[in-house]
């Protein structure tokens, strides 16, 4: 089987379920932040610790899951795979790693600088991500409705990169790269 179908020649994708809608329809864009994640989740696996992989790899599956719901089209009339996305259990488990990980640091004293190890980098940069594929979905709820769950969990995900990276750096005895205004 071939990859590639031609379809998309013209600037239109099919949706699941079916449809065809703009390559920049709010909600292609929408999916494609979230995919756009999912790859910046596979970076930051590469560098961190052990013990947050198996977290990491079941945020991949969430995001699958949440890219799957917002890839079918709502008017569906033939059969798609059905997926709301995120449930209340993904993101309380979110903050349950969060607090696991937040009991280990120091508490925060100043604005935070991306860097420190590759991890905690990477780290920083799935936030960025996420905060965009958060926006992207956002705005895709504001003309059709998306499953809140879906926007709490990414919230809630992005803050869970950050508190990651300062847990990354901590563990390498780096503790966090604080800002300070130029002057200081």
């Not at 980098?121 to 936030?127: D, L």
């Not at 956002?138 to 969990?153: G, K, P, W």
Request: proline residues 3%; negative net charge.
């Amino acid at each position: 089987m071939k990859v590639y179908t031609k379809r998309g020649d013209g600037g239109l994708t099919d949706l699941a379920g079916g449809g065809r809608v703009a390559k920049d329809d709010l909600r292609v864009e929408a999916y494609g932040a979230v995919d756009e994640l999912n790859s910046f989740v596979g970076l930051a696996l590469l560098d961190c610790l052990g013990d947050l992989r198996p977290t990491l790899e079941a945020v991949q599956r969430t995001l699958f899951e949440i890219g799957a719901a917002l890839a079918t089209n709502p008017e569906a009339t033939s059969k798609a795979p059905s997926s709301a996305g995120a449930s209340n259990d993904d993101v309380e488990s979110l903050e349950r790693a969060m607090d696991a990980a937040d009991a280990e640091l120091a508490p925060l004293r100043a604005f935070v600088l991306p860097g420190g190890t590759r991890a905690a980098a990477a780290f920083h940069a799935a936030r960025t991500v996420c905060r965009r594929a958060e926006r992207r979905v956002v705005a895709l709820n504001r003309s059709e409705e998306v499953e809140a769950e879906n926007i709490r969990y990414l919230n809630r995900l992005s803050d869970s990169f950050f508190v990651w990276a300062r847990l990354e750096n901590t563990r390498a005895g780096l503790g966090d790269v604080e800002w300070t205004r130029r002057g200081d």
